[in-house]
């Protein structure tokens, strides 16, 4: 009996290991494609390829994370590793993508620009990382950077084929996407995290409506929906901030309240 604990144990060892090592082989797989997706845009200038690495990577992200804490392995180099990886695939390639694609015809500084967007990035991940224990874990203070990257490539996607006079406008356009992503990665905006969406529970029937067109629109305008979802994530912070401020609050301050009528108590 004490020989067969004994050869359990290492046993045991080994499968914890194994638990720990499995979320950062999925943080590699993220750093690998980000780097892949650099390549691309460098010496095949295959930029649709290059764009789909970095959604697959946004994917891996999504996972890692919950497999961890499935696992119950989550870990300060896990957190790190994490963010140097989407510092690469959220930060870097995307800004590189643009600026091989079209912003370096635009104006021979627009690199800056791709600095611009990678440096809010690496700011956007630090953040996160020391403010983990102080905030509401149902929301995310600044645009979380995989969406960013979703929205740049999204952005970049629909301007591929652009030629001529429009062409010219999109690489403005991108330009300033950068521009105005990037400062939304640093804002303090705050976006739903859906840590808190339960999807063990039962859904409604009528839940299979959404499902089935989202997989439809997958189908046949995949730039479409990756664009409309995208845009919808990343504008819904700043728009329900807007909403806020502009709705008329409930009650008067006493100071706003009407003069009484005369001859009233």
Do not use: H
């Not at 627009?110 to 953040?127: E, G, N, Q």
């Not at 839940?207 to 919808?232: D, E, K, N, T």
């Amino acid at each position: 009996m004490i020989d067969d604990r004994a050869a359990a144990r290492p046993r045991a060892r080994g499968i914890r290991r194994g638990a720990y090592l499995l979320p950062s082989l999925f943080t590699m797989g993220n750093m690998v494609f980000g780097f892949y997706a650099i390549i691309l845009g460098i010496n095949g200038r295959d930029f649709e390829k290059a764009l789909l690495f970095i959604v697959l990577a946004a994917l891996l992200d999504s996972v890692d994370g919950r497999i961890a804490r499935m696992t119950g392995t989550e870990s300060e180099f896990g957190k790190e590793y994490d963010s140097l990886a989407d510092v690469i695939t959220f930060g870097a390639a995307p800004g590189m993508l643009v600026y091989l694609w079209g912003l370096r015809d635009f104006n021979r500084d627009t690199w800056l620009l791709s600095v611009f967007y990678m440096v809010c990035t690496a700011t956007r991940l630090a953040r996160f990382n020391v403010q983990t224990r102080v905030v509401d874990s149902r929301y995310f203070v600044g645009l979380p950077s995989p969406w960013a990257a979703l929205t740049i490539c999204a952005l970049l996607w629909f301007s591929l084929d652009a030629t001529g006079d429009l062409r010219v406008i999109l690489e403005a356009v991108m330009g300033a996407a950068l521009l105005v992503v990037g400062t939304l990665m640093v804002s303090t905006f705050r976006y739903n995290s859906f840590k808190k969406l339960d999807l063990r529970k039962r859904w409604s029937y009528r839940a299979l409506v959404p499902i089935a067109v989202i997989v439809l629109l997958f189908g046949y305008q995949p730039r479409a929906l990756l664009l409309a979802l995208a845009l919808l994530y990343t504008l819904s912070a700043p728009a329900s901030a807007a909403f806020s401020r502009l709705r008329p609050r409930r009650g008067r301050r006493s100071e706003d309240a009407p003069p009484p009528p005369e001859g009233a108590p």
